[in-house]
């Protein structure tokens, strides 16, 4: 009966302990992993924009795959490859192609609606280039 009574004592004593020492942790943690996925969303960033600049059609490429995103878009791909490389160079680890990718698509949405009107990224809209070869042959 004393060893139990001992036993809850120092489980009280160590859960009253680690109780503070958790909640001033907590913020350290949750900052440590915002802080990288902060990191991870400005690599995917920097990514779309090189990819788009650096590839043919760059900004049509970028509505499309605002679009509907595909893994197999040669923007994306060249996305991805940019983002290995940035992020290696920065000396951050480069996550599962599963979290690249979800940085990539959020990456995506902010380059494509910061650039393009809205109405050209509505689903049935004209890509950027057609559109202004229209508006040049028309003026």
């Not at 995506?108 to 990224?121: E, G, K, N, R, W």
Request: with cysteine; glycine share 6%; charged share 15%.
């Amino acid at each position: 009966m004393e060893a139990d009574m001992a036993s809850s004592k120092l489980k009280t004593t160590l859960l009253a302990l680690a109780t503070p020492a958790l909640a001033l942790l907590t913020p350290i943690v949750s900052g440590m992993l915002s802080g990288k996925g902060a990191r991870y969303q400005k690599v995917a960033q920097n990514a779309i924009r090189s990819a788009v600049t650096t590839s043919d059609n760059g900004l049509d490429d970028l509505i499309k795959v605002f679009k509907t995103f595909e893994a197999g878009n040669p923007l994306v791909q060249t996305a991805i490859s940019e983002f290995r490389t940035l992020a290696t160079a920065a000396g951050i680890t480069v996550p599962e192609l599963d979290a690249v990718v979800s940085h990539l698509k959020c990456a995506i949405y902010d380059l494509a609606t910061a650039l393009v009107p809205a109405d050209v990224l509505k689903a049935d809209a004209t890509p950027v280039a057609a559109a202004t070869t229209t508006q040049t042959a028309a003026g």
